[in-house]
C-alpha cells in the first residue's frame, strides 16, 4: 500500500512571504498526487494535483513540484496572504486499490 | 463539492446504539469514500467502493459497515462495536478508474458525538 509522510505540521510566515510543504510517498506506482485545503470545521477543499507524467504544474500563487526518483512532492505558496491560514493535506494515490492515501497536515498560519 | 451530501450534519450516538450517516451524490460518480478525521489529525480511510454493489475494508473498518446498492448512495453505519466513534467524518466521491478520474471531491462531513 502507499504510505505518505507530510513535513512540517505546522507552519507560521510573515504574509508576503512564500511558504513550502513537502511529502514523501511509498508506492512507485503512484501516478496521482493532490493537495487539499480544509478551513476549521469544514471539508477538504481541492486546490492543486499532479500527475506523474509532469514535473511542475503552476495555477496563479500555487505550484506543485514532482520527483519522482525520490519519491517526493512538494506545495509551493508564493504571497502568502491571511486567508491562506488553514490545514493542507497532501495525499498518493494506492494503485492497489485506486484510494488517496493522506499526509497527516500541515497548519499554515500567516501573519498579517 | 456541491454534488455531494452528507446528513445529518451533527450526530450524537449513546453508548450502546448503531447509527447511520449518510452519503448521497448527483455526479454520476461510480466510486465513493469513507475518511474519519479525529481533531488535529489526518483522514483514514474506514471503507471504499468502486462500483455498486461491492466495497472493501479500508484501513480502519472495524466497527464500521456499508452497503452500496445504489450507484448514488454509500451510507455509513457506526456500530456498538466501535469504542472510540467521536470523529468528523467525511464521505467523498470520484468518477473512478482512468485519467483524471481519481479525484475526489468531499462532502460537507457528519460530526458524531458519542453522549
Known amino acids: 500500500g502507499e504510505n505518505v509522510e507530510q513535513h512540517p505540521s505546522t507552519l507560521s510566515v510573515q504574509e508576503g512571504d512564500s511558504a513550502v510543504i513537502k511529502c514523501t510517498y511509498s508506492d512507485s506506482a503512484s501516478n496521482y498526487f493532490p493537495w487539499y485545503k480544509q478551513e476549521l470545521g469544514k471539508r477538504p477543499q481541492l486546490i492543486i494535483d499532479?500527475?506523474?507524467?509532469?514535473g511542475e504544474k503552476k495555477d496563479q500563487r500555487i505550484a506543485v513540484t514532482l520527483n519522482k526518483t525520490a519519491k517526493h512532492f512538494s506545495l509551493h505558496i508564493t504571497e502568502t496572504q491571511p486567508e491562506d491560514s488553514a490545514v493542507y493535506f497532501c495525499?498518493?494515490?494506492?494503485?492497489?486499490?485506486?484510494?488517496?492515501?493522506f499526509g497527516s497536515g500541515t497548519r499554515l498560519q500567516v501573519q498579517p | 463539492d456541491g454534488g455531494i451530501t452528507q446528513s445529518p450534519k451533527y450526530l450524537f450516538r449513546k453508548e450502546g446504539q448503531n447509527v447511520t450517516l449518510s452519503c448521497e451524490q448527483n455526479l454520476n460518480h461510480d466510486a465513493m469514500y469513507w475518511y474519519r478525521q479525529d481533531p488535529g489529525q489526518g483522514l483514514r480511510l474506514i471503507y471504499y467502493?468502486?462500483?455498486?454493489?461491492?466495497?472493501q475494508k479500508g484501513d480502519i473498518a472495524e466497527g464500521y459497515s456499508v452497503s452500496r446498492e445504489k450507484k448514488e448512495s454509500f451510507p455509513l453505519t457506526v456500530t456498538s462495536a466501535q469504542k472510540n466513534p467521536t470523529a468528523f467524518y467525511l464521505c467523498?466521491?470520484?468518477?473512478?478508474?482512468?485519467?483524471?478520474?481519481?479525484?475526489?471531491?468531499f462532502g460537507p462531513g457528519t460530526r458524531l458525538t458519542v453522549l
Open positions: 499532479i500527475r506523474s507524467n509532469v
Open positions: 495525499a498518493g494515490l494506492d494503485t492497489g486499490r485506486r484510494a488517496l492515501t
Open positions: 467523498a466521491s470520484s468518477m473512478g478508474p482512468g485519467l483524471a478520474a481519481d479525484t475526489q471531491y
Open positions: 467502493s468502486q462500483i455498486v454493489n461491492d466495497f
